[in-house]
């Protein structure tokens, strides 16, 4: 296992009906590191996540993968050596329905270098899939279980889930984290987590694409983002006081009690004040972030 490839991206778009759906996008994906692809509905999370797997070819521009085994960039479409070391999961699963699961396992090691058979079965018996069943017989769930098994056992150098555990429970999503977090720990490799469900991965990220009508919105390590602002929480009036000229993301109160996450560098004074007004001080939420960087209004005026 080689700890990872890189990604890059140079001016890729990809337009359907004249219309771009990835638009010009300038990405640099490190190895060996969990990335978040974070975006709204249609903003061109799977068409950047077909790109990068070498499913589709960009209309201009180009995508390289490089590093590990394949030393020199190369682009991964129509590339069977690239290919092989990156793994695409996606919410369809790609499964063909008349097969049993034991019969897709057989042919996914049989494709994937770095299968790990052992991996597969913990899996497997983790989220209880019947290895005898065919595909189309299994709950949405379960499918969706299979899919992320067949992601984590590829072991590929880098591996992308796009949207593939959205038909899981939140008991399963959050074994399904737990499993990654372990895995990747013992072996480190690139890991693209394409998603909406931005609280619920943010623990995992390491570094954050935010795309918005297929434009790069910002990248950036998690902690350089949450560093963008603050959340403040304690007596209102306080907070009030502390907050007030600060551009507010989000703001909940409960009796006497506010919390609020505010935009900007706060500075020491303010934050020395804040603490000895009582009130708790934290990192910015990268949901609230998400989406004070992805709302309408603020896009139109091209705060990318
Ligand atoms: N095969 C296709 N034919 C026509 N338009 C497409 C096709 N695939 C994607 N699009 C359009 O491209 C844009 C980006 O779609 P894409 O599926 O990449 O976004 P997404 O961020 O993955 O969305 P979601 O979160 O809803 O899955 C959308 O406007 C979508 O309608």
């Known amino acids: 296992m080689s700890g990872g490839l890189a990604v890059r991206t140079e001016n890729v778009t990809v337009r359907f009906g004249g219309v ?13 590191k969990i990335h978040g692809l974070l975006g709204r509905n249609g903003s ?3 068409t950047l996540a077909a790109l990068l797997a070498g499913f589709r070819r960009p209309d201009e521009g180009r995508v390289l993968i490089e590093g ?11 590339d069977a050596v690239v290919t092989s070391r990156i793994c695409l999961i996606r919410e369809s699963g790609d499964l063909y329905d008349q097969a049993p699961v034991k019969r897709i396992l057989d042919y996914a090691a049989s494709l994937r270098p770095y299968w790990d058979h052992d991996l597969a079965g913990e899996l497997l018996d983790k989220f209880e899939v019947p290895v005898g069943k065919r595909v189309q017989k299994l709950s949405r769930g379960k499918r969706s ?4 098994v067949l992601g984590m056992a590829s072991r ?3 591996t992308i889930f796009d949207e593939s555990y959205l038909g899981m429970d939140v008991p399963s999503r959050e074994l399904f984290y737990d499993a990654l977090l372990a895995d990747y ?11 909406h469900l ?5 623990a995992l990220l390491e570094e954050v694409v935010i795309l918005d009508r297929g434009r790069l919105v910002t990248q950036a390590p998690v902690d350089t983002l949450r560093g963008r602002g603050a959340s403040l929480a304690g007596p209102a009036a306080a907070v009030d006081e502390l907050t007030s000229g600060l551009a507010v993301l989000a703001a909940q109160r409960l009796g006497g009690t506010k919390s609020v996450t505010v935009l900007g560098d706060l500075d020491d ?15 910015v939420g990268l949901q609230d972030l998400f989406v004070h960087l992805t709302a309408p209004a603020l896009s139109k005026e091209g705060n990318r």
Not at 185 to 195: D, F, G, H, N, W
Not at 198 to 202: A, D, G, K, L, T
Request: proline share 9%.
């Open 68 to 78: 590990g085994d394949l030393g020199a960039a190369r682009s991964p479409y129509e």
């Open 145 to 148: 279980a299979l899919g992320v």
């Open 269 to 283: 004074a303010l934050l020395a004040k804040a603490r000895s007004a009582g009130l708790e001080v934290g990192p």
């Open 44 to 46: 061109g999370k799977s």
């Open 20 to 32: 771009p759906a990835v638009d010009g996008l300038d990405l640099r994906l490190a190895p060996g």
């Open 185 to 195: 720990a013992e072996v480190p490799r690139t890991i693209l987590l394409s998603t």
């Open 198 to 202: 931005v609280s619920e991965v943010s």
């Open 156 to 158: 590929a150098p880098l």
